[in-house]
């Protein structure tokens, strides 16, 4: 299938070039990692969850702090172009481990140190929380591969005193139930077993994974950044909801491109959830047929889960299931 040409007067986005993938699922992928890199959307995120930037103004960070343009590494959508958008490369090689790609990644500056202090930012969208391993562990590995990859690029020979410090944040649409709605950082600290020596604080303070867990209105602490990055990635609010809860409780005034961009991903996301839907019900039927009827919509709500990232209560929602089960099936899915 051939690409159509796109023919506009400097009125074309990034985003646009989404319009022509073959596979909706791919091309939500990327409307959302791009929709994540605007700066007006990683500033509020640095401002929640990355200690440095508490005390900031969100415009302050996005127009002072974020250095660049945040570099979005996707499946290629034209793979005979180059990369559309510049910024720094999101692709760690090495002979012995092969490539990393990372979603998003951008150099920001520390507020109001004496020297200019630079920090490298990960930001990953993850709707899988379970994918055969402990997603920590993987945002771990990608703190780890930033630091080693500094060398030769921050500093050379022996100047580990220019070593950056590195976020990886993670933002989990589908995370298990206890996690909903919650934010949790891991990070290097000191502990003195004999003594009491310190050391300075950026010495050793070089690496935190962010886990940001999504959970819906229905749970608690759905405020702030939460619930505008659920705004942002459901597959149910309508594009014109999510601009005007972003408009209006956040403050977030909308350009061109990122109107594009969610409009992109809100038509996508609709042809993800019809083809999920269908594959979900065919592979719960196919489970369930032994079994009875209960098993295969048992089985129906998983696969839905699993294949969109929704909650239970969304799958069973798009599912239509009564009312008067939901909590019986809720439960059953709870004990397996």
């Given at each position: 299938m051939k690409h159509r040409k796109v023919n506009t007067i400097n009125t074309e986005t990034t985003i646009a070039k989404s319009l022509y993938v073959t596979d909706d699922s791919v091309g939500y992928d990327t409307a959302c990692k791009r929709v994540l890199s605007e700066k007006v959307i990683l500033a509020r995120i640095m401002k929640a969850c990355l200690v440095e930037y508490q005390d900031c103004d969100v415009n302050e960070i996005a127009e002072k702090y974020i250095e660049g343009s945040p570099q979005v590494s996707v499946v290629p959508v034209l793979p005979d172009e180059k990369p559309v958008i510049s910024g720094m490369d999101t692709a760690d090689k090495s002979v012995r481990e092969g490539t990393v790609n990372y979603d998003i990644r951008f150099r920001a500056l520390v507020p109001d140190s004496e020297e200019q202090i630079g920090l490298i930012v990960n930001v990953e969208a993850q709707s899988d929380f379970y994918p055969g391993y402990p997603l920590l562990k993987r945002g771990i590995y990608y703190c780890c591969r930033m630091i080693s990859s500094q060398y030769g690029r921050e500093f050379t020979d022996s100047h580990y005193e220019k070593i950056k410090k590195v976020y990886s944040i993670w933002i989990c649409m589908n995370p298990p139930k206890n996690r909903e709605n919650t934010i949790t950082r891991y990070y290097l600290a000191e502990e003195q077993f004999v003594g009491r020596v310190t050391e300075p604080v950026r010495n050793y303070d070089l690496i935190s994974v962010i886990m940001i867990c999504l959970g819906g209105s229905?749970?608690?602490?759905?405020?702030?950044?939460?619930?505008?990055?659920?705004?942002?990635?459901?597959?149910?609010?309508?594009?014109?909801?999510?601009?005007k809860i972003l408009q209006d409780e956040y403050d977030i005034q909308m350009t061109q491109a990122m109107e594009s961009e969610v409009s992109v991903m809100c038509n996508l996301s609709k042809g993800v959830i019809e083809k999920s839907v269908a594959k979900g019900m065919a592979q719960g039927i196919e489970q369930g047929m032994a079994q009875g009827i209960e098993s295969a919509i048992l089985s129906s709500i998983r696969n839905l889960v699993k294949n969109t990232g929704m909650s239970v209560?969304?799958?069973?929602?798009?599912?239509?299931?009564?009312?008067?089960?939901?909590?019986?099936?809720?439960?059953?899915?709870e004990e397996q």
């Open positions: 229905g749970g608690e602490n759905y405020n702030g950044i939460l619930r505008m990055l659920d705004v942002l990635l459901s597959h149910e609010t309508s594009e014109a909801e999510k601009r209560s969304q799958a069973m929602s798009v599912l239509e299931v009564p009312e008067a089960k939901r909590q019986e099936y809720k439960k059953s899915l």
